[in-house]
């Protein structure tokens, strides 16, 4: 199944009006305007998804800052959206689909096959002349049922040895990856022996994704092969959504580790590597990355 959608075949689906549920999650991090401006203009007939409490629920702790809702809590926020069985979905955002993967992964996990990003999002649409239209839309409830585990997903004792003979993708930026500088969460660095893949480097300065073959080679250039067994984790889940989506335009798959790195940095027993490579693995290891400069500190690390 395609990840992707182009402006020109959005605008032929609802030409031919084909049924298809436009949802709009205008969301970047440290913002709060995201619905203020979807008001402001949005695609004719984007339903408004609030990231922070339709994709995320927060009264789970120690999951990390956007913890996945229950298959229930999911289902009852698609519905509201007015998703239907056999629906098919178009996610888009104003930030290279940085947020709407967050929603497209959801999706998928949940059994929805057809649901798409729309490449370029707003800006792309607006760039081809196309109409928007402002306020709130309220579609008629939906009857979907999401089932769950469509797409792999790792918790935080797999994350701790993922990269034993296997990769583990860091998705932040690479300053955040390094340790330079930490935002948000306790502690700066990474999960020891990840290896760090700035999702910004998955898109143009248009905010298109890359070509499938540019892609591949980005990747290939990270240590994946054909017989890598790959996951992926950012500061919260969200932007690994979108690396996921970038390794499934290339030709992998891949799992989320949706607590990341806001759960594995709250937790004082995980380790915090610093540094700009993954560590070698100690003698007698069981495989692991290329040897480099980071250093594993305990809890000590921007605490």
Same mark, same amino acid.
């Given at each position: ?97 940085? +947020?709407?993967?967050? !929603? ?7 059994? $929805?096959?057809? &649901?798409? *990003?729309?490449? #370029? /999002? ?5 760039? +081809?002349?196309?109409? !928007? ?7 008629? $409830?939906?009857? &979907?049922? *999401?089932?769950? #585990? /469509? ?5 935080? +004792? ?20 390094? /340790? ?124």
């Amino acid at each position: 199944m395609a990840t992707l959608i182009s402006v020109p075949e959005l605008r032929n689906r609802l030409d031919s009006g084909e049924r298809t549920v436009l949802l709009d999650v205008r969301w970047v991090l440290g913002r709060t305007d995201g619905h203020s401006e979807y008001l402001a203009a949005h695609l004719p007939g984007a339903v408004f998804v609030d990231l922070p409490t339709e994709l995320a629920d927060h009264a789970q702790a120690g999951l990390g800052r956007h913890p996945l809702p229950s298959r229930e809590r999911f289902q009852a926020a698609a519905r509201q959206w007015g998703i239907n069985d056999g629906d098919t979905v178009v996610a888009y955002d104003n930030s290279g689909s940085m +947020a709407a993967a967050r !929603v497209w992964w959801m999706l998928r996990n949940a059994g $929805v096959d057809s &649901v798409y *990003l729309l490449d #370029g /999002g707003l800006a792309a649409w607006a760039a +081809a002349g196309y109409p !928007v239209e402002t306020g709130e839309v309220r579609p008629v $409830v939906g009857n &979907v049922f *999401l089932g769950e #585990g /469509g797409m792999p997903a790792i918790n935080e +004792a797999e994350a701790a040895r993922w990269h034993h003979q296997r990769i583990l993708l860091d998705a932040r930026a690479g300053e955040r990856f390094r /340790g330079e500088v930490e935002p948000i969460d306790p502690r700066a660095g990474h999960i020891p022996g990840a290896v760090s893949a700035p999702t910004t480097q998955n898109v143009s300065a248009d905010g298109t994704f890359l070509p499938a073959e540019e892609l591949r080679r980005r990747f290939e250039a990270l240590g994946l092969d054909e017989a890598s067994t790959v996951a992926v984790y950012c500061g919260s889940g969200v932007t690994a959504s979108h690396e996921i989506a970038a390794l499934h335009i290339a030709g992998f798959t891949a799992a989320l580790y949706p607590g990341s790195f806001s759960q594995w940095s709250n937790n004082p027993d995980n380790p915090v590597a610093v540094g700009a490579e993954p560590l070698e693995e100690p003698a007698g290891g069981d495989g692991g990355g290329p040897s480099g400069t980071s250093t594993v500190t305990g809890s000590s690390v921007g605490s």
